[in-house]
């Protein structure tokens, strides 16, 4: 294989640091890093906004899909800030979706055909030239299933639920551990159980368990791989 740019296939449960890594590999390679949870995380929380959680987990279909029309979503580079923030519909939601009022609903809005139509869409758009590492949970299988290079990313509920916990009290926003690990168990079993595009290794997808490694370890891991695919062109060689 030669130097084309390649897409990288980022996949796996609730926190286990697929958007810190991601954004190392891109970093590493000169690709642009795309987060689909975002995606996710925003027409959440514009449902949320028009009250559409008010009595229930799961708000009607007919209702999300009247919103879904018009929604215009984009990613942009925020060179100052060094990073990528979503706009919905021109307002800039970054630092709105992190926090766990978004990640109670945001699986069941995920679980709605429609949204992922759009999402998806908009997805591939952004990856059709290549040259992108992009996580989520349907991206090997679903959005990319030609993706070159394709990794599956896991770790304990009780790292993950740390990890994630220590990540929303530094940025100051409120939580408690017992209530992470909750949601992000929670997360996973809907994810993993909707009828469309459920989270699921890819069966060409490398697993790792990065539980007991460091960020270094798995760059190490990472750099191997892709050496691999280089140069065979197969991953799993
Ligand atoms: O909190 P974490 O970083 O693990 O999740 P996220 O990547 O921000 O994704 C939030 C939620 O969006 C997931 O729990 C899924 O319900 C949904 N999602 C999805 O269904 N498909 C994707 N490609 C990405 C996210």
Same mark, same amino acid.
């Given at each position: 294989m030669?130097?084309?740019k390649?897409?990288?296939?980022?996949d796996?449960h609730?926190?286990?640091?697929?958007?810190?890594?991601?954004?190392?590999?891109?970093?590493e390679?000169?690709?642009?890093?795309?987060?689909?949870?975002?995606m996710?995380?925003?027409?959440?929380?514009a449902?949320?906004?028009t009250?559409l959680?008010?009595?229930t987990?799961?708000?009607?279909?007919?209702?999300i899909?009247?919103?879904?029309g018009?929604?215009?979503?984009?990613?942009?580079?925020?060179?100052?800030?060094?990073r990528?923030?979503?706009?919905?519909?021109?307002?800039m939601?970054?630092?709105?979706?992190?926090?766990? +009022?978004?990640?109670?609903?945001?699986?069941?809005?995920?679980?709605?055909?429609?949204?992922?139509?759009?999402?998806?869409?908009y997805?591939?758009?952004?990856?059709?030239?290549?040259?992108?590492?992009?996580?989520?949970r349907?991206?090997?299988?679903?959005?990319?299933?030609?993706?070159?290079i394709?990794?599956?990313l896991t770790?304990?509920? +009780?790292?993950r639920?740390?990890r994630?916990?220590?990540?929303?009290?530094e940025?100051g926003?409120?939580?408690d551990?017992e209530?992470v690990?909750?949601?992000l168990?929670?997360?996973?079993?809907?994810?993993?159980?909707?009828?469309?595009s459920?989270?699921?290794?890819?069966?060409d997808?490398?697993?790792l368990?990065?539980s007991?490694?460091?960020l270094e370890?798995q760059?190490?891991?990472?750099?191997?791989?892709?050496?691999?695919?280089?140069?065979?062109?197969?991953e799993?060689?």
């Open positions: 030669g130097q084309e390649l897409i990288i296939a980022l796996g609730s926190s286990c640091g697929k958007s810190t890594y991601a954004k190392l590999i891109a970093a390679l000169g690709y642009s890093y795309i987060d689909s949870g975002a996710y995380r925003a027409v959440t929380l449902a949320m906004d009250g959680f008010n009595d987990d799961a708000p009607p279909f007919s209702r899909e009247s919103l879904l018009p929604m215009e979503l984009k990613l942009k580079h925020n060179p100052d800030k060094q990528t923030e979503i706009f919905l519909n021109n307002r939601v970054e630092d709105f979706i992190r926090g766990m +009022e978004v990640s109670a609903h945001v699986s069941y809005i995920a679980a709605i055909s429609a949204v992922r139509r759009k999402m998806v869409e997805q591939r758009m952004l990856g059709h030239e290549k040259g992108v590492v992009m996580d989520g349907d991206i090997g299988t679903v959005v990319f299933p030609n993706a070159e394709k990794i599956f770790a304990s509920l +009780e790292v639920a740390g994630r916990y220590r990540e929303l009290i940025k926003m409120p939580a551990f209530d690990q909750k949601n168990a929670k997360r996973d079993h809907i994810d993993s159980n909707r009828a469309d459920p989270l699921k290794q890819a069966d997808a490398m697993l368990d990065n007991e490694m460091t370890e760059m190490i891991w990472f750099r191997d791989l892709y050496e691999r695919v280089r140069s065979t062109g197969d799993t060689y």
